[in-house]
C-alpha cells in the first residue's frame, strides 16, 4: 500500500506544470502566431503587387492608340493606380491592427484599379 501512495505522489509531481513550463510555452506559441501573421502579410504584399505591376502593363499598353476621351479615361485610371501603389506601400510598412484594416483599403485600390481598366 506504502508503494501505491509513493507511485501516485511521484506520478502527482509529474503532472504539474510549471510556471517556467507555461511562459516558454506561451513565448513559443506567440512566436509562432508573429511567423504565420508575418508570412500572411507577405504573400498579400506580393500578391497584390504583383496584381498592380500586371495591371499597369495593361494601362500602359493603353496609352499608344488612346483617342482623346480614352487619354482622360487613362488619366482617371493613373489616379486610381497612384492610390492603389499608395495604400500597399502603406500596408507594407503597418503592423498589427493597423495592418489588418489597411488590407481591406489595398485590396479595394487594386480591385478599383482593375475595375477601371477592364471597362476601358
Do not use: P
Request: proline share 0%.
Amino acid at each position: 500500500m506504502h508503494a501505491l501512495y509513493m507511485t501516485l505522489a511521484l506520478l502527482a509531481g509529474q503532472a504539474k506544470t510549471t510556471s517556467e513550463e507555461v511562459k516558454k510555452e506561451t513565448a513559443e506559441a506567440v512566436e509562432t502566431t508573429k511567423r504565420y501573421a508575418a508570412e500572411k502579410k507577405k504573400e498579400l504584399e506580393t500578391k497584390l503587387e504583383s496584381r498592380l505591376r500586371e495591371l499597369e502593363k495593361k494601362l500602359e499598353a493603353s496609352r499608344g492608340n488612346a483617342s482623346a476621351d480614352a487619354k482622360k479615361k487613362l488619366a482617371e485610371l493613373d489616379g486610381k493606380k497612384k492610390d492603389a501603389q499608395k495604400r500597399l506601400d502603406d500596408l507594407k510598412k503597418a503592423t498589427g491592427k493597423a495592418w489588418d484594416s489597411l488590407k481591406q483599403g489595398a485590396e479595394k485600390a487594386v480591385d478599383d484599379f482593375e475595375r477601371g481598366l477592364s471597362k476601358e
